[in-house]
């Protein structure tokens, strides 16, 4: 085996000797057999590292380009879940702002007086979209109870409204809008962008019914005399006259008592006459709202002056029989506008 390679190192490795030219001179550079080999032995061992090299920036390389694959898949699927998470958040955040306005609507129509608060159901869940859950389901529970709660409002406020204008219709009486006095205050928009259609409609009943009611508490829905103090001894509509025997028109009722039995006003208002009034006697006219006016007639004494504004149930004169009267009684007049009305039937519709 020594021989064979030494043959071949011989064969392959002969001293060479160079012959170089320079400036006119030659040189000659020998070049041995062993360093020959040496030469050859370093070149092979340096392409050899090359190779190696090469190789392992090649996987090196396969591998970055994996990773950096891995990396963007999982830095797209992150963005996705991002997106996703920032859209439910959206969504809850919207949820809860819907939730918000009509649970303050509801507030506002029951009156509560206090600051609405967020609750899913009877277990007072508190709904939070700052934590990553689901409350959808809690969520859509409050808002049936929300519009249970709205239908049920609605419902009962139409009910109070058809009741209200009913009576007024049975009354004879014309409810108009309110003149709007001494009202104001900072305008603040209802932000009812969120809220569902059955809620404005329920806002919109609970305004009608809060008009109407204004228009109700001006009403003389109530008779100027105490209950145990008198009795009706003339009904409102045709009788016949008590002085002269024939058919007359009575635009009131007379309502009979001891002497100076109190007056007390059915409703607020201002005293535009009082004084002497021809058949009338001692005389008292008051205006109230809904272009309203009561006349009262016949009185013993005056307790109130002209420009004086009176409250529901001040004293306003005591019973008498002045003018054109056969005893001691209340003569006593609605009207609206130039259209008297029958003081019992506004009586008994408001006070049923």
């Not at 006259?241 to 008592?257: E, L, N, Q, V």
Request: some cysteine.
């Amino acid at each position: 085996m020594l021989r064979v390679l030494k043959r071949l190192y011989n064969k392959l490795f002969k001293p060479t000797q160079l012959i170089i030219r320079q400036d006119a001179e030659m040189k000659v550079l020998r070049l041995p057999a062993w360093l020959q080999a040496c030469t050859l032995m370093v070149l092979l061992l340096l392409a050899i590292w090359l190779l190696n090299n090469t190789v392992a920036l090649y996987k090196n390389n396969q591998l970055l380009a994996s990773q950096q694959q891995t990396q963007a898949t999982r830095e797209a699927k992150w963005q996705a879940e991002k997106q996703q998470l920032e859209q439910q958040l959206l969504e809850q955040h919207t949820a809860l702002q819907k939730l918000a306005q009509q649970h303050q609507v509801l507030a506002s129509l029951l009156d509560t007086g206090d600051e609405p608060t967020l609750i899913t159901n009877s277990n007072t869940e508190t709904l939070a979209v700052t934590q990553n859950v689901d409350f959808s389901p809690a969520a859509e529970t409050l808002l049936q109870q929300q519009q249970s709660a709205s239908e049920a409002i609605s419902s009962k406020l139409a009910e109070d409204i058809t009741a209200i204008e009913q009576a007024a219709e049975e009354a004879g009486v014309e409810l108009s809008e309110p003149k709007q006095v001494a009202q104001g205050g900072p305008y603040h928009q209802a932000e009812l962008n969120l809220v569902d259609d059955s809620f404005i409609t329920a806002i919109d009943q609970q305004s009608t019914y809060a008009q109407l009611s204004a228009l109700v508490n001006q009403l003389p829905s109530s008779l100027p005399v105490v209950q145990d103090k008198y009795y009706v001894s003339s009904l409102y509509g045709y009788r016949k006259d008590p002085i002269t025997g024939r058919r007359a028109y009575h635009k009131g009722i007379d309502m009979a008592g001891w002497v100076k039995t109190e007056i007390i006003a059915p409703a607020a208002g201002e005293v535009v006459r009082a004084g002497r009034n021809g058949g009338y006697g001692n005389f008292i006219e008051l205006k109230h709202g809904n272009n309203i006016k009561t006349r009262y007639g016949h009185l013993h004494t005056l307790k109130v002056k002209k420009g004086q504004t009176v409250d529901k149930g001040d004293v306003i004169a005591l019973m008498g029989s002045t003018g054109r009267s056969t005893a001691t009684h209340l003569h006593y007049e609605v009207i609206q506008g130039k259209k008297h009305l029958n003081p019992i039937k506004i009586t008994r519709a408001f006070n049923q």
